[in-house]
């Protein structure tokens, strides 16, 4: 662990001015975001584009991604309903015909590719579980098989995302197929998990962009990686089990930042920034909260150093306030509040539900204000309100997970 003179930059997180917490503020917070998007649906699995959210040229039916699109929103549509928190105007099922034949004739990223955040992975896992079809099943079994070697090697892209769709078929069916995947799928993880002795290895490298380069967070780097592991760990030996625990503690430790405080954040990557760019980001992709949400799956008493580095964590999101980015999990205010709920859940104090209920008020203030600024919602679950909702339900059951990382149900 090293000192760092700067966790976070103040200008990128706010003073919280959200309401105090009331569940049943939070409950009519929900049924309006749900409203919203039931209202502003325009043809069946096609929601607008957020401004925010329009990099490039979008598709023209919109984006259908599990991360951007219409995947995303008809499964947060589809479990806030089974959790009993709101009930829909229109079953989201009846949208699985028109999202696959939209994929398949306008891909968002132009082509049909694997990727679960971004592609055809997650919008197959959305209309398996929302559906049940088994040839959809194979279609998904064909796809993740297909991405195992993908030079990303990180979680948006690559196997340590895709994985996480036969990991959910495996745990829901029983079938053998689907555990031989996941365990190629590992395999392929430890094949390139490599020592590095300058960037106190062992790290992955990501090719990215035409670029090589080690990132450290959930978006696209280490932790993302490691959650993928640890969600699996059940199918390792003891040995591996175990190696992956200290390997863990190593590359987080030797990484981690820490002021006079207690406080500890991590680094994007274990490259030098660029000039005038951002030296830490504290935000789901980059930085604690997305270490903290990884490593859920590390049992709370495992390994006392990373318990102490994520409460340490914890301490740095709730010392910097809530993100002027806006409401939404990837790098908003939900998303860190999603990290301080697994806070929760690991340690059974409930400060870190009280911290998490107060940034999840400030994200229903941020989003009302960025709906009047904007004149509409944001219809994506990872950038926009949908995720906000689901963690707004998160904070009244006191539960914790990620849409379709770790929930599917």
């Known amino acids: 662990m090293q000192p760092a003179a700067l966790l976070f930059h103040p200008e990128r997180h706010e003073a919280l001015r959200g309401a105090p917490w009331d569940a049943a503020q939070a ?46 929103v008809l499964w947060t549509l589809w479990h806030l309903q089974q959790q009993g928190a709101v009930v829909l105007q229109r079953d989201p099922r009846d949208d699985l015909a028109a999202l696959d034949a939209a994929y398949q004739t306008e891909p968002d990223e132009g082509s049909v590719i694997p990727s679960h955040y971004l592609g055809e992975v997650g919008i197959l896992l959305v209309m398996w579980r929302l559906g049940g079809s088994a040839a959809v099943a194979d279609r998904l079994f064909a796809a ?33 197929r689907w555990r031989t995947l996941v365990q190629d799928n590992i395999e392929q993880l430890w094949r390139t998990w490599l020592p590095d002795d300058v960037n106190h290895g062992p790290l992955w ?39 992956l625990a200290t390997r863990c503690t190593q590359t987080l430790q030797a990484w981690a930042r820490c002021d006079g405080d207690g406080a500890v954040n991590w680094p994007a990557g274990t490259y030098t920034p660029r000039v005038n760019g951002p030296q830490m980001l504290l935000q789901w992709c980059h930085g604690a909260p997305g270490v903290i949400t990884a490593l859920a799956d590390l ?7 990373i318990d102490a580095l994520l409460l340490a964590a914890g301490q740095a999101i709730w010392q910097a306030g809530p993100l002027v980015k ?3 999990i990837c790098h908003g205010t939900a998303g860190n509040a999603a990290a301080l709920l697994v806070l929760y859940r690991r340690s059974g104090d409930p400060l870190w539900l009280d ?24 219809y994506s679950v990872w950038t926009g309100d949908p995720g906000l909702a689901l963690v707004l339900w998160q904070c009244i059951q006191g539960t914790a997970g990620l849409p379709l990382l770790d929930l599917i149900d």
Not at 60 to 70: F, N
Not at 208 to 224: C, E, P, T
Not at 299 to 305: C, D, E, I, M, Q
Request: hydrophobic share 40%; net charge positive; aromatic share 6%.
């Open 27 to 72: 409950q009519a917070a929900i049924r309006d975001i749900v409203r919203d998007i039931e209202a502003r649906r325009i043809a069946p699995a096609h929601w607008p584009v957020h401004p925010l959210d329009a990099e490039g040229q979008p598709p023209p039916s919109g984006y259908k991604s599990v991360y951007l699109g219409a995947a995303g």
């Open 144 to 176: 993740v098989h297909s991405n195992i070697g993908h030079p990303s090697n990180e979680a948006l892209w690559a196997a340590p995302g895709t994985m996480l769709a036969a990991w959910h078929l495996w745990r829901a069916t029983g079938e053998a």
């Open 205 to 243: 490298t990501q090719a990215i962009g035409g670029k090589s380069v080690q990132y450290l967070g959930a978006g696209h780097g280490y932790v993302g990686n490691l959650c993928s592991l640890l969600k699996t760990a059940e199918l390792l030996d003891p040995q591996r089990r175990e190696l």
């Open 299 to 305: 049992p709370s008493l495992h390994s006392p150093a």
């Open 326 to 328: 806006g409401p939404g």
């Open 355 to 378: 911290r998490a209920r107060a940034f999840a008020m400030h994200a229903v203030a941020q989003c009302e204000a960025a709906r009047a600024r904007y004149g509409r919602g944001r």
